[in-house]
């Protein structure tokens, strides 16, 4: 192959060591734009591009991958795939006339623009020549709006032959009208996305493919949003119906995902129906769980009657002393308290209840040392008439009162003491997040087994993310605030520039500057990089706040990301979030609610004490259960 078709070829059909080439290249002429050439390991393997491409397989492949990673580590955040398709598709010649690169400097997107053109021709040609009505696009397509089919029945009485043909030509252009304005909503979503990748030089050719389908799932979800929507449902005007339709049409085109989620919610209310009531069903399991405790009381006491019946026979029997011995041991061993373990404890209902008492107790123990005195006086409360009571089973002798005793316990422990307090959190999270499609009680079940199912520095990102914390940036598997994205930070912000007056060319100060402007507090960060500033500390912060405030969002897009990475799907379906995205864009809207977010605080202390317990498994259980029972009575509240 020639050194010109290495070049006028698409890189998908060259070799790999032509790959590395022509990407270290074009991000060579990156980084030449910005002036950012210094790296050290740039300049150990720059040379290597002075051989030429024709000489490639000359280059030892391992220095030839170090110089691309170090050239793909200087030029982010944009992708190697990227600026060597922006250089070929500027440097390859036109193919002939209708080569259009004048409209998109990507071939994918080229194609993007010119089906939105198209779009645009059929819209316009059936709004200016087509036979449409104002009527006819108020009632819609004949076969979904009642009040269309009964206007051509009326019709077809006068003429049949010629309603035929024209209720048809109708159809035909009422749906060319609606698909394609769902076309140009979905075309309109994919070059708007496509163009904020092009222009931070992070677009990836591998997602060019997917633009038709996002285009094809646009005009569908279009043309179902503007036409199964019965007319009645936009208005009874003739105006507002006409405009609810079209902007449906657009609005379903734009976001597909949005008539995803109606469906999906559909989908979600059909299967409530054959479901069981969750109140009925929480009602029916702890009526067999009580039958449970009593059966197993009724054959326990059984056995031990039989056991005494039989010791007392052959008591009376037995004539040697010693065997009467041997008796009246063998009968208090079966008589007596089984040995502690697991076995011993399922074979006495009483003992078993007594065990859950105990960790119920427990468990009312940790989440006390972490609620706030005035929210914790109920739990207390319960807590002092459950010791108290456990106290008294305990010192009872006798087997049957003893077992009495556990039965009235075993309906004591069924109580759940911080259901009023959960309730009230959800209570707090409905309003915020019914834009999103988000139940609260899902997000509730999330946070609570993210904090046990993470390890620790996943735990502390999500914990941080959530609650809009300070974190250490080394939680980041890579921190997005280096030398070059400093350096255009200061740039659009020139009043830091000028109040910092930073040294341009010392990239280790630059990276200093970077971490301590975010790092530190306004009145730590004056004192390390504002004492040559003229003006006073408060001039000094307002100089320096935008900057700071670009380089923390920019630190946030990376924990976000790391977020996304570590939410498994359990947490994503506990949820009932489309997507991770929308998990974390229903924290934002939690926080900007003072009471929302102290009911998130409180959640993560409640749960952090469940991570830290000896007995994870059980208190998580137990939280979880107290969470379901608190959604079931929100859900039966006016």
């Known amino acids: 192959m020639s050194v010109s078709d290495l070049y006028t070829r698409p890189i998908e059909q060259v070799d790999c060591r032509a790959k590395l080439y022509r990407q270290c290249e074009a991000m060579l002429g990156v980084l030449s734009n910005r002036s950012a050439l210094s790296r050290a390991a740039i300049d150990e393997h720059i040379g290597l591009l002075d051989t030429g491409i024709e000489a490639r397989n000359d280059i030892p492949i391992r220095d030839l991958i170090r110089l691309h990673r170090a050239l793909a580590e200087g030029i982010k955040p944009e992708l190697p795939q990227s600026a060597e398709l922006l250089q070929w598709e500027s440097v390859r010649p036109k193919k002939g006339l209708f080569d259009l690169k004048f409209l998109a400097p990507v071939s994918a997107i080229r194609k993007v623009m010119v089906f939105a053109i198209i779009c645009f021709v059929v819209f316009f040609l059936i709004l200016i020549f087509g036979p449409l009505t104002h009527n006819d696009v108020v009632n819609g397509i004949p076969l979904f709006n009642k009040n269309s089919s009964e206007a051509a029945e009326l019709v077809c009485e006068r003429s049949a032959f010629s309603c035929f043909l024209l209720e048809h030509a109708k159809i035909i252009n009422l749906t060319f009208f ?102 009925d069903m929480i009602a029916r399991m702890r009526h067999e769980a009580e039958q449970r405790e009593q059966t197993a009381m009724a054959q326990h006491e059984a056995k031990q009657a039989a056991n005494m019946m039989g010791f007392a026979a052959q008591f009376h029997s037995a004539t040697d002393p010693g065997f009467r011995t041997e008796l009246v041991n063998d009968f208090l061993k079966r008589m007596g308290v089984p040995p502690n373990t697991d076995e011993a404890k399922a074979s006495d209902p009483g003992r078993a209840t007594l065990d859950k008492a105990e960790a119920l107790a427990g468990f009312l123990r940790r989440m006390l040392e972490v609620l706030p005195p005035n929210e914790g006086k109920p739990v207390r409360d319960k807590l002092t008439r459950l010791e108290q009571e456990i106290a008294r089973v305990r010192g009872i002798a006798n087997r049957g009162d003893f077992l009495t005793a556990a039965a ?43 904090a046990v199912q993470t390890g620790s520095e996943a735990y502390r990102r999500w914990k941080a993310r959530v609650l809009n914390t300070p974190y250490d940036p080394r939680l980041l598997p890579v921190d997005l605030i280096d030398t070059t994205a400093i350096k255009a930070a200061l740039s659009a912000h020139p009043n830091a520039q000028t109040a910092l007056q930073p040294p341009m060319g010392n990239m280790a100060m630059l990276n200093q500057l970077g971490g301590a402007i975010v790092d530190l507090d306004p009145a730590a960060f004056y004192q390390r990089f504002g004492q040559n500033f003229k003006g006073t500390p408060q001039e000094f912060e307002t100089a320096v706040a935008p900057l700071r405030a670009a380089l923390q969002k920019l630190r946030n897009l990376e924990l976000d990301r790391a977020v996304s990475t570590d939410i498994p799907d359990q947490v994503l379906t506990l949820s009932g979030a489309a997507d991770r995205k929308t998990i974390l864009q229903s924290f934002d809207a939690l926080q900007n609610d003072p009471a929302s977010l102290a009911a998130m605080e409180r959640l993560f202390l409640m749960a952090g004490a469940a991570r830290d317990a000896d007995t994870t498994d059980g208190d998580l259980q137990r939280l979880v259960a107290t969470i379901n029972s608190a959604a079931t009575q929100g859900a039966g509240q006016p």
């Not at 929507?229 to 085109?253: E, H, Q, Y």
């Not at 109580?415 to 409905?430: M, N, Y």
């Not at 499609?437 to 899902?442: E, Q």
């Open 408 to 450: 009235k316990l075993a309906v004591e422990i069924t109580s759940e003491p911080l259901q009023d307090l959960l309730a009230d959190s959800l209570g707090k999270f409905k309003l915020p997040l019914a834009a999103l499609g988000i139940t609260p009680a899902g997000l509730t079940l999330s946070i609570v087994t993210m």
């Open 178 to 279: 609606y698909v394609s304005l769902s076309a140009i909503g979905a075309c309109f979503a994919t070059l708007y996305t496509a163009n904020s990748f092009v222009s931070d030089g992070s677009y990836d050719p591998r997602h060019g493919s997917s633009y038709a389908i996002r285009i094809g799932l646009g005009m569908i979800a279009g043309f179902l949003l503007s036409q199964v929507i019965p007319g009645s449902a936009t208005g009874g005007n003739g105006d507002l119906v006409l405009f609810g339709r079209a902007v449906l049409a657009l609005l379903g085109g734009f976001a597909g995902d949005l008539v995803h989620g109606i469906l999906q919610k559909l989908v979600h209310a059909v299967e409530t129906i054959f479901q069981e009531n969750p109140r």
